[in-house]
């Protein structure tokens, strides 16, 4: 089956700086890379996302670029802010009925 | 949002006992997912359905059953819980059956076994 990496576990940037976290995949047959973004004690929310079809994607701050020979695609925060502090996990199809695979998730911190 | 709702938020229980944890969403989608979290595991997918009395595994279904009578209800029973079913549960649904569309999920049931 799908197995994710994710890289680092933990991430501390200073405030108005940039965080990149990295994943790869090893089913090529995958063809969707979700990232979702969890508070402590909240459900996991979806930030962005990105289909095999397309090769970077940006909203406003956060951005994910995919490499789909090389099978990894990476989540992009620019100008972090105290409100990113959470965990982001990425995934990827994969699971049964394509049911999402997660990485291991990576603490963001962001230091004022 | 409201449109996926778990319960109950937290359970205690202890182990042999047969506990069950339900997920209902408004949304009419036709996909439902189980996903238990644990600390250095990630979120993993227990069980999942594509419609109402369609069920499969996911990556760990040991100990789990799950039932789909109705399109809205998925709910997630333990039969004899065990310690190491110990962890966070969420369910999430997907509107259709291509899988480049999003998952959205519950705000998840936290589960105790002592």
């Known amino acids: 089956g799908e197995n994710v990496e994710q890289h680092p576990s933990t991430l501390s940037v200073q405030e108005g700086d940039s965080a990149v976290i990295k994943c790869t995949y090893s089913?090529?047959?995958?063809?969707?890379f979700p990232w979702y973004k969890q508070e402590l004690g909240k459900r996991p929310q979806l930030i962005i996302d990105?289909?095999?079809?397309?090769g970077e994607k940006k909203d406003q701050r956060i951005a994910v670029t995919l490499n789909k020979t090389a099978k990894h695609f990476s989540l992009h925060i620019t100008e972090t802010q105290p409100e990113d502090s959470a965990v982001y996990f990425c995934?990827?199809?994969?699971?049964?009925?394509?049911?999402?695979?997660f990485g291991k998730g990576t603490h963001l911190i962001i230091q004022p | 949002d409201a449109g996926i709702t778990q319960s109950p938020r937290y359970k205690i229980t202890e182990t042999g006992r047969q506990v069950t944890l339900m997920c209902h969403q408004t949304?009419?989608?036709?996909?439902m997912f189980w996903y238990r979290q644990d600390l250095g595991h990630g979120l993993r997918l227990i069980y999942y359905?594509?419609?109402?009395?369609?069920?499969d595994k996911g990556e760990v279904p040991d100990g789990y059953v799950v039932s789909r009578s109705k399109t809205e209800n998925f709910p997630l029973t333990l039969e004899s819980a065990t310690r190491s079913q110990t962890s966070v549960y969420f369910c999430?649904?997907?509107?259709?059956?291509?899988?480049?569309?999003?998952?959205?999920f519950g705000d998840g049931t936290r589960l105790s076994i002592l």
């Open positions: 999430a649904s997907r509107q259709g059956a291509n899988s480049n569309q999003p998952q959205h």
């Open positions: 089913d090529s047959a995958s063809n969707y």
């Open positions: 990105i289909r095999s079809n397309v």
């Open positions: 995934a990827a199809t994969g699971g049964g009925a394509d049911g999402l695979t």
């Open positions: 949304w009419s989608h036709s996909y």
């Open positions: 359905s594509a419609a109402a009395d369609i069920t």
